[in-house]
């Protein structure tokens, strides 16, 4: 399928994880892929796509991306964020500078992005798909920085969607559940235990009985961006393993 030929889109934290699979799934259905990021990853030197360094949560560096992108191809269609960061602390060991950089990078970069390129998506009737988590649902001891910014996503797209209806502009937010990403191994590494117990314990947490893969998040936000989902906007679209069913 090429339900993407000729549409130009522009995806945060593009360099691994989610975002990565995003990109190369928009790429194989035709579409000009640009990722913004903080830093190019080997990964992403290997795809067909244009690649930007910028720190999201500094507006003069978002601004200067985005004009960037607009200047080499000319439209953007679709924004998709994934660009996230996590912190594992109880609250009492969290620190003003680390709660800062999480709701920096979380909630305040979405926001500078998407305003950098709204106008450009009016132009277009374009589509946005946020990335929260199905933590934004529920509480989860050792997150709550984490939780707290992902929670805000959903009103953020919520509010947003309706604000820009008028515009022909769609707003969407997709749910993941814990995915096997460099972001959620960090927890585990040398085989230390999380804040959830160990990896297996973690898994028992989904019904479906594993972890997800980038690529099963990748597609609903394919899905979310596509004429299948013409008639959605200001919904999350979970997509848990079954997490928050227990």
């Not at 399928?1 to 799934?25: D, E, P, Q, W, Y």
């Not at 990853?41 to 720190?55: F, K, M």
């Not at 509480?139 to 959903?154: D, E, N, Q, W």
């Not at 022909?168 to 959830?196: H, M, W, Y």
């Amino acid at each position: 399928m090429n339900r993407f030929v000729n549409k130009s889109v522009l995806i945060t934290g593009g360099g691994s994880g989610i975002g990565l699979a995003t990109a190369k799934l928009f790429i194989s259905e035709g579409a000009a892929v640009s990722v913004l990021d903080y830093k190019v990853s080997e990964a992403l030197r290997h795809l067909d796509c244009d690649t930007y360094q910028a720190d999201i949560r500094k507006a003069d560096q978002v601004e200067e991306a985005v004009t960037k992108v607009i200047k080499k191809k000319k439209q953007i269609d679709i924004l998709v964020n994934t660009a996230g960061i996590e912190l594992v602390a109880s609250l009492e060991q969290t620190t003003e500078d680390a709660w800062d950089r999480v709701l920096d990078t979380n909630l305040k970069g979405v926001f500078l992005v998407t305003r950098a390129v709204l106008p450009f998506l009016k132009e277009t009737h374009g589509v946005i798909v946020n990335t929260a988590s199905q933590l934004a649902y529920v509480g989860s001891a050792l997150f709550t920085a984490y939780t707290a910014s992902k929670a805000a996503i959903l009103n953020f797209t919520r509010s947003l969607a309706i604000e820009m209806a008028k515009d022909g502009i769609r707003v969407n937010s997709v749910c993941p559940g814990a995915v096997d990403t460099p972001l959620l191994n960090r927890q585990f590494e040398n085989g230390k235990t999380g804040p959830q117990g160990t990896i297996d314990d973690l898994i028992r947490m989904h019904p479906i009985g594993r972890l997800g893969k980038p690529e099963e998040i990748a597609r609903p936000i394919l899905f979310l961006c596509s004429d299948d989902a013409s008639f959605m906007t200001g919904s999350a679209l979970v997509v848990d393993g079954g997490y928050t069913s227990r």
